[in-house]
Structure formats: C-alpha cells, structure tokens
C-alpha cells in the first residue's frame, strides 16, 4: 500500500515563477506534515511543517497548504531562485516519536 | 539549529569487507537515531529505528546480520555494513531525533562504493 504519492516527479520553472508540489496520503493518523529540502550529495533539511490543526503556514516564501478533508498537502514556492533547485519529499508521520514516510521526491529545477 | 554529523563522508571498498559508518548527534542527546539508504534518483527507504541502549527495529526486507547497528550512547549510533557487495552501494544517511522539539535531524550523508 502506497501510503504517500507525490507529484510532480520533475518540475521545471522559470525564476521567479511559483513552483507547486502536491502530496496525497491515506493515513488518516498522521499528524505532522513536513517538506523536506535535499541537495545532490547531502542529507534532507527540514523546510516547513505543518500540524493538521491549520489549513496553511507561511514562512518567507514557502508555503503549505493542507485539505485535511482531501487528505493532500502542498508546497508552494513562491518567487522560485535557481538556488532552490533541490529535490523535495514530502514525510509526514504518525506520533512524535514515528518515522517519516517519505514521498517520491520531486526534482525542482529554477531556470535563470 | 541542531547538528548530526556523519562520518565518513564517503567511502570506497573491496567486496567482502565491512564497514562502519558512525552517526553523531552534535548538540542534542537523541533517544532516537534511524538509518537510511537511498539509490540515486530515488527517495530514501527507511533501513532501521534505534534507540539508545536496546536493538535496532529493522524494516522488513533488511538484513539485520548484514547491517549491524549499535546504539550505544545517546548521541552516537554506528552502521556496519558487513561482508559488503557492490549492491549495497549506496548512499547512506542517518536521522538523530531531538526529544526536546520532537523534531528529526539528518546527517550529511555517507556514500559507500563496494568495488
């Protein structure tokens, strides 16, 4: 069972486009739902989260939206930098002390 | 914010040998630590949770005679990968968890090449 399906595998965006990656789940029990950032050859950092509480958090120019009710969450990167060219997972996960789930990945390229 | 470093970053060896790679957390006591492995272009796999001072939960489909984890401190967690074979070259990453802000932390990574 396929817990987490993250789309688009790839994404192509102009600089200072807006770049948008989805993420669809069907566990209802998790309950923090965080984007993660990895670089070629690094370990994944964390971006932005968010708690199932709150329909959207904003931080610079990231964001998340969440449908609790159509169990999906997205990112949203608003004004896209080449420097934000990374791959994205979204990892959401049941409890504090649980493991991430990770998404597919998305590889984000920002055009100069 | 907090640190988990790794170390090596990378590593190359014969098939037949082992290897430890060594995940610390810097700032941060982690009851938690896990271990992951990702091939290139795909997502990282979860490889097994450990918690200080007891064994390793492995995932199913991983060998836990073939990957040993000790968890032995709280801020220190090793993966040896034994008897090592070019399929398991891979990049390995660790996660440390902060019980203070129940947030994880990932290392820096650790590329293996099995010749």
């Known amino acids: 069972q396929q817990q987490v399906k993250q789309s688009p595998q790839s994404l192509i965006v102009q600089k200072g486009g807006i770049s948008i990656i989805n993420c669809a789940y069907e566990n209802t029990a998790f309950d923090y739902f965080p984007w993660y950032q990895q670089f070629p050859g690094k370990g994944p950092a964390l971006l932005i989260a968010?708690?199932?509480?709150?329909s959207e958090k904003k931080e610079g120019r990231f964001t998340i939206s969440f449908n609790k009710s159509a169990k999906q969450f997205s990112l949203h990167i608003m004004d896209s930098q080449p420097g934000d060219s990374a791959t994205y997972f979204c990892a959401p996960r049941v409890g504090s002390a649980r493991q991430l789930t990770f998404g597919s990945g998305t590889q984000l390229t920002v055009l100069p | 914010g907090a640190v988990v470093s790794q170390h090596p970053s990378w590593v190359i060896c014969k098939s037949g040998t082992s290897v430890k790679i060594e995940c610390r957390s810097l700032?941060?006591?982690?009851?938690?630590m896990f271990w992951y492995r990702q091939f290139p272009k795909q997502s990282l796999m979860l490889m097994a949770t450990s918690n200080e001072g007891s064994k390793a939960t492995y995932e199913q489909g991983v060998e836990k005679d073939k990957f040993l984890i000790n968890h032995a401190s709280l801020t220190l967690s090793t993966l040896t990968v034994t008897s090592a074979h070019p399929e398991d070259s891979s990049f390995y990453i660790c996660?440390?968890?902060?019980?203070?802000?129940?947030?994880?932390?990932f290392g820096p990574g650790t590329r293996l090449t099995v010749l």
């Open positions: 700032d941060f006591q982690a009851t938690t």
């Open positions: 968010i708690r199932p509480d709150v």
């Open positions: 996660s440390a968890r902060d019980p203070l802000v129940v947030e994880q932390f």
